[in-house]
Antibody, heavy 119, light 109 residues
Framework: QVHLVESGGGVVQPGRSLRLSCAASGFTFSRNAMHWVRQAPGQGLEWVAVIRHDGTNEQYADSVKGRFTIFRDNSKNTLYLQMSSLKDEDTAVYYC????????????WGQGILVTVSS | QSALTQPPSASGSPGQSVTISCTGTSSDVGGYNYVSWYQQHPGKAPKLMIFDVSKRPSGVPDRFSGSRSGNTASLTVSGLLAEDEAYYYCSSYAGTNWVFGGGTKLTVL
């Protein structure tokens, strides 16, 4: 059974940095691309970033490009999101999500972690 | 990276069918066979209901079906149950990124 558990969220001031982690289990982590998707309070879903199964390529939403970095450690079955120069509009629940092999689709989601950017 | 367009709300009585639309462009919905639909209950993580336009993951009832015509995808929920009341989001691969719709709140009357 796929299990994704995010950690590292909390309250952070604008302009500061924060790193999220996602511990994965229940599947062969090194075989799947992984995503971060966020949801601002009361709003819809917004795709943030994706990383290939082997960590060799990443893609980002325009809204976070140059500020966020997605990376992974396949030896630890862990996905990360390094967030820098945080803005108020980055306030959201951040979901770690697994990509479905053979399809460009997010299939399993973690429970999410809240990041609040506020002074 | 524009969001896909969904109606903000939809409704139906128990047992009825309801269809939710999702309009994009030839660069996303109309250009790739990677349209998916998610169900989200309040305070919960999204759940995959449809992928690759019309495929259902194991465990998803066959009351849920997906289709596409041109740049518009659709999710149909047949035989509505009270438990189907939730937000529904469409999503599409767009070449180097993914886009989501704004979400549709489905109310079971």
């Amino acid at each position: 059974q796929v299990h994704l558990v995010e950690s590292g969220g909390g309250v952070v001031q604008p302009g500061r940095s924060l790193r999220l982690s996602c511990a994965a289990s229940g599947f062969t982590f090194s075989r799947n691309a992984m995503h971060w998707v966020r949801q601002a309070p009361g709003q819809g879903l917004e795709w943030v970033a994706v990383i290939r199964h082997d960590g060799t390529n990443e893609q980002y939403a325009d809204s976070v490009k140059g500020r966020f970095t997605i990376f992974r450690d396949n030896s630890k079955n862990t996905l990360y999101l390094q967030m820098s120069s945080l803005k108020d509009e980055d306030t959201a629940v951040y979901y770690c999500a697994k990509d479905l092999s053979g399809s460009y689709t997010v299939d399993y989601w973690g429970q999410g972690i809240l990041v609040t950017v506020s002074s | 990276q524009s969001a896909l367009t969904q109606p903000p709300s939809a409704s139906g009585s128990p047992g009825q069918s309801v269809t939710i639309s999702c309009t994009g462009t030839s660069s996303d919905v109309g250009g790739y066979n990677y349209v998916s639909w998610y169900q989200q209950h309040p305070g919960k993580a999204p759940k995959l209901m449809i992928f690759d336009v019309s495929k259902r993951p194991s465990g998803v009832p066959d009351r849920f079906s997906g289709s596409r015509s041109g740049n518009t995808a659709s999710l149909t929920v047949s035989g509505l149950l009270a438990e189907d009341e939730a937000y529904y989001y469409c999503s599409s691969y767009a070449g180097t990124n993914w886009v989501f719709g704004g979400g549709t709140k489905l109310t079971v009357l």
